[in-house]
Nanobody, 125 residues
């Protein structure tokens, strides 16, 4: 069974940076597109960023474009989300996710097959 184990997150102030990590196991990592979603209290889960299996294709939500960077290290089976210039509206539980098609970078949650356990990011004003 594929496992996605997240780390990082925490409480920061507006303007700070954070890096989230998601380590994958029991999968051929480069065969999977990876994504990050987030869910704030009372809101639906929303797409944050996605990256193809070879890291050549990336996509971002408009709300984070230019501030967040998704990247992956296929040798370490890990995908990262670098978050700069954090805002209070970035406060949410962040989830990494995987889909077993390396070129399928999508902003819809349903196609993704595997999900990490979630990690809280709180940005204080």
């Amino acid at each position: 069974q594929v496992q996605l184990v997240q780390s990082g997150g925490g409480l920061v102030q507006t303007g700070d940076s954070l890096r989230l990590s998601c380590a994958a196991s029991r999968m051929t990592f480069s065969n999977y597109a990876m994504g990050w979603f987030r869910q704030a209290p009372g809101k639906e889960r929303e797409f944050v960023a996605g990256i193809g299996g070879d890291a050549l294709l990336t996509d971002y939500a408009d709300s984070v474009r230019g501030r967040f960077t998704i990247f992956r290290d296929n040798a370490k089976n890990t995908v990262y989300l670098r978050m700069n210039s954090l805002k209070p509206e970035d406060t949410a539980v962040y989830y990494c996710t995987a889909i077993g098609r390396p070129s399928r970078v999508t902003n819809a949650p349903d196609p993704y097959q595997y999900w990490g356990q979630g990690t809280q990011v709180t940005v204080s004003s």
